[in-house]
Each structure stands twice: as C-alpha cells, then as structure tokens.
C-alpha cells in the first residue's frame, strides 16, 4: 500500500536567506540617509536655541546691565528649557563665556563628532550665528544668515 506523500508548508532555507540578503541590502541603503536626517535635524535645534540664547541674553542684559551665564538665564526664567539652561540639548552642548557689559560669546558643538565632521555653532551679541565644520565656530567661521 502506498502512502501519499505529505505536502511540506513554509518556506526553504534558501528562500530564507535570499529574504535576510535582500533586508541586508535595503538596511545598508537606508541608515546612511536616517544618520544624516537626524544630524541635519540635530543642528537645526542647535541654531533654534543658539536664537534662544541670543534672545534671552537681550532680556538680561536690558533687565540687569549685563550679559549672562546659562546659569543665570534659566534661574531667572529668560529660558524656559532646563536642558538648554543645564547646557546640554539634542546632542549639543551650549556654553556662554566672555561676559561682558557689552559683549558675550555662546558655543554650541556636538556630543560626538568622531569624524569631524558635524556642525559647530557659535553666536555673539550681534545675533549673527557662525558655523564651523569639524572644529569649534569662531568670530571668524562662516555667518549662516
């Protein structure tokens, strides 16, 4: 007596693998164009906030005299975001320095640039935002507006 033969479901090994090739494939398309959505995401925050900074600086410096740290914009509520205040937000750390009556420096460069190639921010009291590629901004780094 002869027995039917079973009918085997699912899928071969080879067919397995040509789908794990081509997701491969796929992935090693996309990352690439995902990183540089988020680094170009990250250092449109970084200027956002460098304008923040810049116009919290002109609200102390109308109400006290002077120009301000970080420290004293966000205790005294000039910024709102306490992650820009800590000086740290979207992979970008922000520094504000060379207080002056009359003049102050802020900084924002990323966490990580490993390949030196992100974007480095730099604003003064004259509210034009300079950029750097790879090291830090300057008075002398390109003006981006």
Do not use: C, W
């Amino acid at each position: 007596m002869k027995t039917a033969p079973k009918l085997q479901r699912g899928f071969s090994l080879i067919e397995l693998l040509i789908v794990v090739a081509i997701i491969g494939i796929i992935a090693a398309i996309a990352i690439p164009y995902l990183n540089s959505a988020r680094q170009a995401t990250q250092s449109a925050s970084a200027v956002s906030s460098l304008r923040t900074i810049n116009s919290a600086q002109a609200s102390y410096r109308q109400a006290t005299g002077q120009y301000g740290t970080l420290a004293q914009l966000g205790s005294g509520g000039y910024i709102a975001d306490p992650s820009l205040a800590g000086g740290q937000k979207s992979q970008y750390t922000f520094a504000v320095s060379n207080n002056t009556d009359l003049n102050y420096e802020a900084n924002a460069d990323p966490l990580i640039d490993t390949n030196n190639s992100y974007q480095h921010y730099y604003i003064d009291a004259s509210g034009v935002i300079r950029i750097n590629v790879g090291a830090a901004a300057s008075t002398a780094s390109t003006p981006i507006q």
